[in-house]
């Protein structure tokens, strides 16, 4: 056998280009990482995260368990494409070695196997699976087509708008299985052979067709597959379906330890190109679902920074409530991503900028344990009583570090992409800590917080949110708040609950005071109250509608008081809410003797 | 005639000339940001200022003075601003505070490489 006929051409072509752009982007993206990096991964390469990896990629890549956790349909409809392409590659290079046994077969040779091998003896067993498998596939292409008219039904609201490139690719892709299934049902019909579904299709074929006829359909539709196939894997590297193939070194990178970071490195592109366009991240985006934006989402964010045309509009509009990363179900680092964006058409290092911090310190009081007020709690002043009242009945001496003012944590000037004057912030914070010899850092601003544990090195210095000293304070029997019948309500800041990962401490604390309900949306999916830092693109009425439809589902909750645990929160909310707005600490202050 | 010395002088008289200055500037700012033109100049945001509280740094001043064409030492003020957002919560105008000051730095200085 030759392996070889004019209309494997398309698919010859197709392939190659694929494999050599391909690997070129690999080298490219692995030969661009920093030194450290490369180092990361070829420490991890003999460690258990290899294996580890590869399961990942098993069960994403191909299973997509994390789609089937967004809806059962949706996953079900990315798994048949994936893995039952998968599988039919994989049988497909099974089927040929049974027929064959062990010798070299051309790469078309196992694609179109059905083509060439109609002069040797059938195996029905291989004729069922492999139709077994092609019907896998179709009922996926089957919902995809379904997905385009109802998403709903697939437990998606919105859906991508897809760029033109994008349509190309996907309109070939939605062809290849039809088409495979029309040529290997022709063939089937002219030489017999195949099982319940080309089998049967062939069938039908023969009878309906003249054999002239059945010969012409037989090799129009071969050709049809072939450049379906070509269109699709030229298409590949340079449109959504990059992810395919970018998706497997991303995960053994992210399991190696290498990360995106403030600044842009060859690692966003792993993370850049592994975005498949799902849409997955457009439902949750409060900016969508209550501004009616639709241009701005990670997926959108994402698209425009691959092809280079990202405008800074779209890389500030964005709250980086975290809220969309939370459900990708590739798991791609958005919010980093977005910030080194932002470090990328804004940050312009300054020495001589903020000079006046030299020799500054306004801190008062003196104690092993410091408390860092932040900005916002600065402008919340009953946060800042609460605060004082909670230290006095625990006996804990204080440091306080900016009750007569101080300097900012840095965090909103790097979520804004001024990384470098963010540093400066965060040199003067560390050494005033050092100088005041603190051992405990308590803040009550979830902002200040998440950058005091993820920027600073404030190594021997333990931070905790307010949220966490009170509970810590409450266990060990220093603070005795009163409980009582009051229902309260809690909102989970951004920062504090996807940002830093603390849900369960201040839920234990309002479980202390009186009775805990929970609002429909929480925990992980808490939405953002609308004022979040990280946005300067929005106006205050957007802000507002946001923080209205934030107040209503906690106020359908019936509890009395909305309990949050941050400053920004407690404002932005207060302003959408008709009943009374409560920081954490004020509801125990409240309470207590 | 010899000035009589009263022990006290009045400062030196400072109009700001709106036909001599260059306002290219300050009309594209307001084109980007209309919702400047609602400042009241009560100068809460100001008031509220953690920049302003450790230096002269007066958030009012510049952004008035940048309106009307004075942009001369603007940028250099307007980099002490450490972002932290709290002008924009006090605002009794809504304005969007805090995109107006990254808008001020981008025109005046920020693109000067």
């Known amino acids: 056998m030759t392996f070889f006929a004019p209309f494997c051409l398309p698919f010859i072509i197709g392939a190659a280009v694929m494999f050599t752009v391909l690997l070129v982007k690999w080298g490219v993206w692995l030969y661009r990482l ?56 994989a049988v497909g290079w099974i089927e040929t070695v049974a027929y064959l046994g062990l010798r070299y077969v051309p790469l078309q040779g196992h694609v179109f196997f059905k083509y060439f091998a109609t002069g040797l003896e059938h195996k029905p067993v291989f004729d069922f699976v492999m139709d077994l ?71 039908w074929f023969s009878a309906h067709l003249s054999v002239p006829g059945l010969m012409n359909l037989e090799t129009a539709a071969w050709w049809f597959y072939s450049s379906c196939l070509g269109i699709f894997f030229v298409a590949m590297p340079f449109s959504r379906y990059m992810h395919i ?52 989402q990670s997926v959108y964010f994402l698209r425009d920074r691959r092809y280079g045309m990202l405008r800074p509009e779209t890389a500030d509009n964005c709250l980086m409530c975290g809220r969309c990363a939370e459900r990708c179900p590739v798991h791609i680092d958005l919010n980093t991503l977005r910030l080194n964006s932002r470090d990328a058409l804004r940050n312009l290092p300054d020495e001589r900028r903020y000079e006046y911090l030299r ?143 603390i849900y369960d401490e201040p839920r234990a604390v309002i479980e202390a005071l009186g009775e805990l309900v929970e609002p429909s949306e929480t925990r992980e999916n808490a939405p953002c109250c609308g004022s979040s830092v990280a946005n300067t693109a929005i106006d205050d009425g957007a802000q507002l509608q946001i923080a209205r439809a934030v107040a209503a589902e906690l106020e359908a909750t019936g509890a009395e008081v909305i309990v949050t645990a941050c400053p920004l929160c407690k404002k932005a909310i207060g302003r959408g809410a008709q009943q009374p707005v409560c920081d954490l600490s004020e509801v125990v202050a409240q309470r207590i003797g | 005639m010899a000035t009589i010395n009263f022990g006290y002088t009045i400062s030196k008289p400072r109009a700001i000339d709106m036909d001599r200055n260059n306002l290219r500037k300050s009309d594209e700012i307001l084109r980007e940001m209309p919702e400047l033109q609602a400042c009241i100049g009560c100068g809460s945001c100001t008031a509220v200022c953690t920049a302003g509280n450790l230096t002269s740094f007066n958030f009012r001043r510049v952004h008035t003075l940048i309106r009307r064409g004075e942009y001369q030492g603007a940028y250099e003020e307007m980099n002490k601003c450490m972002l932290c957002g709290k002008c924009r919560l006090v605002c009794p105008r809504g304005i969007n505070t805090r995109g107006v000051a990254m808008l001020i730095k981008r025109k005046l200085g920020d693109n000067r490489s």
Not at chain 1, 427 to 437: A, E, Q, S
Not at chain 1, 455 to 482: C, F, M, N, T, W
Request: glycine share 10%.
């Open chain 1, 34 to 89: 920093p030194r450290t990096d490369k180092m990361t991964i070829l420490r991890g390469i003999p460690t258990r995260r290899t294996p580890q990896a590869v399961g990942e990629v098993v069960g994403e890549a191909l299973l997509h368990r994390s789609i089937f956790r967004v809806d059962p349909l949706l996953g079900y409809m990315h798994m048949s494409l994936a893995f039952g392409w998968f599988l039919l590659i």
């Open chain 1, 133 to 203: 498998l092609l019907l896998f596939v179709l009922s996926g292409v089957a919902l995809a087509w379904f997905k385009r008219l109802r998403s709903r039904a697939l437990g998606l609201r919105r859906t991508t708008k897809h760029v033109l490139g994008d349509r190309v690719a996907l309109s070939a892709l939605w062809f290849i299985f039809p088409a495979r299934l029309v040529a290997e049902s022709a063939t089937c019909g002219l030489y017999g052979g195949g099982s319940f579904l080309t089998g049967s299709l062939g069938g």
């Open chain 1, 245 to 296: 193939f970018t998706e497997i070194p991303l995960v053994f990178l992210r399991r190696y330890g290498v990360r995106s970071g403030e600044k842009a490195s060859s690692m966003d592109q792993f993370q850049t190109q592994a975005c498949s366009r799902c849409g997955i991240c457009i439902d949750p985006c409060q900016l969508q679902s209550v501004l009616h934006i639709d241009t701005v």
């Open chain 1, 359 to 501: 020799g500054l310190d306004r801190s008062s009081g003196s104690g092993k344990v410091g408390y860092f007020a932040g900005c916002m709690t600065l402008l919340t002043p009953r946060t800042l009583a609460a605060m004082e009242r909670i230290f006095e009945a625990a006996g804990d001496a204080v440091w306080w570090a900016d009750r007569e003012g101080g300097v900012c944590c840095g965090r909103p000037l790097k979520l804004s992409g001024e990384t470098d004057a963010a540093r400066k912030m965060m040199r003067y914070n560390t050494d005033l800590f050092r100088k005041h010899g603190i051992t405990t850092l308590v803040t009550s601003c979830p902002i200040c917080l998440k950058v005091f544990r993820e920027d600073y090195d404030l190594e021997g210095i333990e931070v905790l949110h307010h949220s966490e000293y009170i509970l810590r304070l409450i266990r060990a029997g220093r603070l005795l708040p009163k409980h009582d019948a009051t229902r309260f309500t809690y909102h989970d800041p951004c920062e504090l609950g996807r940002g830093s990962g």
